[in-house]
């Protein structure tokens, strides 16, 4: 099965980013740890900082790949556009974040991008992104 994890803006500064709510591993250390949880599975990973290339890559891999998972970071938020992109595509999507979004300001509690979702896994840390590749396994 083939899988893709596509990351939103700042997560590319995980590990030196606020490192009491997104912890002190960057994604590159966490994803070489999860690929070896998955051994049979093909799992890639993409970032952007930019709304456009989320989308790009949303419609890139979304009739082929039997799984997305998205962490849109503040895009979550803020998004119609990545929302839609994510009801356009075939291939299923759920939703991820590394905090608690519930737990934070209230800005962080509306999501766009949800009710398009096969379902949202957050406030498990890093491990929300294990979590989601087992809920499709
Ligand atoms: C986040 C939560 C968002 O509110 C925030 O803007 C992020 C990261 C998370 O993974 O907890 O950048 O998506």
């Known amino acids: 099965m083939n899988f893709l994890i596509i990351n939103g803006p700042n997560l590319n500064l995980l590990g030196k980013r606020e490192p009491n709510i ?13 690929k070896e949880n998955f051994p049979n599975t093909k799992l ?3 970032q952007s900082n930019i709304e456009g290339e989320i989308i790009n890559k949303l419609h890139e891999v979304g009739f082929d790949y039997d799984g997305i998972i998205l962490n849109a970071a503040a895009y979550t938020h803020t998004s119609i556009a990545i929302a839609d992109a994510v009801k356009a595509i075939k291939t299923p999507v759920v939703e991820v974040h590394i905090s608690n ?27 929300s992104y294990k979590l989601a590749i087992q809920s499709f396994l």
């Open 101 to 127: 979004t519930h737990g934070r300001e209230e800005f962080r509690h509306k999501s766009f991008i949800a009710k398009n979702a096969k379902g949202v896994i957050l406030g498990f840390g890093l491990d």
């Open 22 to 34: 997104y912890g002190d591993s960057s994604f590159e250390s966490y994803f070489e740890k999860l």
């Open 44 to 46: 890639s990973y993409y």
